[in-house]
């Protein structure tokens, strides 16, 4: 199971973290995944962190404002945002395809994407 917090309302220019917490399975032996979604609109992959956090990747709209990072020993993985925009107000995710590395182009794709936690809403509002 994963199963996502953190969201909330936040004003542009500012910070939230999420978090993710893993159990019932060996899900840190897998690599993971954040995505984000409006209503109406597909499942935008944010940033993805394989199975011991040696690599990251992220989508195009959050680089250099967004980190993945995660903790095995405590069965959680995260993601920092920060210089938070109106744009990116969603609902986020995650997930993982169940594999320890996380691999172009498949990770972009939410079909390919076997375990899903709950949505948290992140609200980026002045």
């Known amino acids: 199971q994963l199963q996502a917090s953190g969201g909330g309302q936040v004003q542009p220019g500012g910070s939230l973290r999420l978090s993710c917490a893993l159990s019932?399975?060996?899900?840190?032996?897998?690599?993971l995944a954040w995505f984000r979604q409006n209503p109406g609109k597909e499942r935008e992959f944010v940033a993805a962190?394989?199975?011991?956090?040696?690599?990251?990747y992220y989508g195009d709209s959050v680089k250099g404002r967004f980190t993945i990072s995660r903790d095995n020993a405590e069965r959680t993985m995260y993601l920092q945002m920060n210089s938070l925009k109106p744009e990116d107000t969603a609902v986020y995710y995650c997930?993982?395809?169940?594999?320890?590395?996380?691999?172009?182009?498949?990770?972009?794709?939410?079909?390919?994407?076997?375990?899903w936690g709950q949505g948290t809403l992140v609200t980026v509002s002045s």
């Open positions: 019932g399975r060996p899900f840190s032996n897998y690599a």
């Open positions: 962190i394989n199975w011991n956090g040696g690599m990251t």
């Open positions: 997930a993982t395809e169940g594999y320890s590395e996380s691999y172009y182009p498949d990770r972009l794709s939410p079909s390919k994407y076997r375990y």
